[in-house]
Nanobody, 122 residues
Framework: VQLQASGGGLVQAGGSLRLSCAAS????????MGWFRQAPGKDREFVAY????????YYADSMKGRFTISRDNAVNTVFLQMDSLKPEDTAVYYC????????????????WGQGTQVTVSS
């Protein structure tokens, strides 16, 4: 599975962005998909994941109520809708594919995209 993240950019605090992660390769619909992010000088952290069917989702506490993860298996794409953005959301955002049940742990994910930069100005 190859992953291509897009949709990042510069936005003012309080604004919104929608990230996309397009997958190529077989069996996208059998993977759980996750989003992680890495801010400058910090470790990569979990954002959200979604199960293979799209029914189950899970978010890091700081993203609950502001971020929404979704997927469209017909077009092999997972999305991250980010609302009420804050300067501390500034980071490179990565999508990843987990062949099992989805996890907040990085080492559960087998495939990673290249990342897309999100910058939130105050």
């Amino acid at each position: 599975v190859q992953l291509q993240a897009s949709g990042g950019g510069l936005v003012q605090a309080g604004g919104s962005l929608r990230l996309s992660c397009a997958a190529s390769g077989r069996a996208f619909s059998s993977y759980s998909m996750g989003w992680f992010r890495q801010a400058p000088g910090k470790d990569r952290e979990f954002v959200a994941y979604i199960g293979w069917s799209g029914v189950s989702t899970y978010y890091a506490d700081s993203m609950k109520g502001r971020f929404t993860i979704s997927r469209d298996n017909a077009v092999n794409t997972v999305f991250l809708q980010m609302d009420s953005l804050k300067p501390e959301d500034t980071a490179v955002y990565y999508c990843a594919a987990d062949p099992y049940n989805g996890s907040s742990r990085e080492n559960a994910y087998r495939y990673w995209g290249q990342g897309t930069q999100v910058t939130v100005s105050s």
